[in-house]
């Protein structure tokens, strides 16, 4: 059997003299490993392909007992020259990989993940991002994605509309009035249920968090990467939402951040 299709090379190794292994992460099929023999030699077959962070069309063999991949040839698409050899945005990529490879997608839901996962390399590219903040929102978009997007217009226990959430401007857009100030009405976030408790209702283990983050949050889940650079968030706002974020992947997702690594927990 044979298929050619549209794949970003995650990691690449050799083997033998020349031959290599890929990781790739195919637009529609997810992860897969595949092998290129002769790849360290045939630029004719490879050119430009056999590298991370690579964007090709693969052309992929898989073996008659179906036990493993060959590669048959590759397409160049796009090398993000743009990333390549700079180190700080290389690791924003790279914590981008990880969190994908550790969320194990299956075929199905890959294609959405491919999509975002191109679209903020092209962000990314454009150099625009705060540091800290791409990988946040990636996570945090990737994870919104898995059908886990939380409603924050009511109360995950009553379903009373949460007071101070329904204002409609995004303060914390460029160019917008910053809504950062103490005044900000106080919510708390059930990771659990994945929503905003009330006051009335109260939940001891929920996450504390001011008005402006939980609409920071709603806005990630309706934005795609290429707005990203718009978001402006104090330092108190992204304190909180990388706290609620690694909660709730760690909750639902069963992933936690740990020397430079997921880990499944
Ligand atoms: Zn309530």
Redesign the pocket.
Known sequence: MEFTERALVLRVGRFRENDVWVKLFCAGRGLLTAFAFGGCRSRRRFCGCLDSLVLADFRVEVSHRGGYNVLQEGVLRNAFPGLRGDTRRLGQVANCVKFVEAVQLDASGARPVFDLLLETLATLEGGVVGAEMLPLLFKAKLTFEQGLRPDLSL??????P?AGHDRADHGFESGGNSDAADDSPRLAFSVERGGL??????DPAAEPLCAGTARALEWIGQSRPADWPRLRLEPFMRRELGRVVDRFVAWHLGLRWENGTYRKI
């Open positions: 109360c995950v226990r009553c379903g009373r949460i408790v009330c006051d009335a209702c109260g």
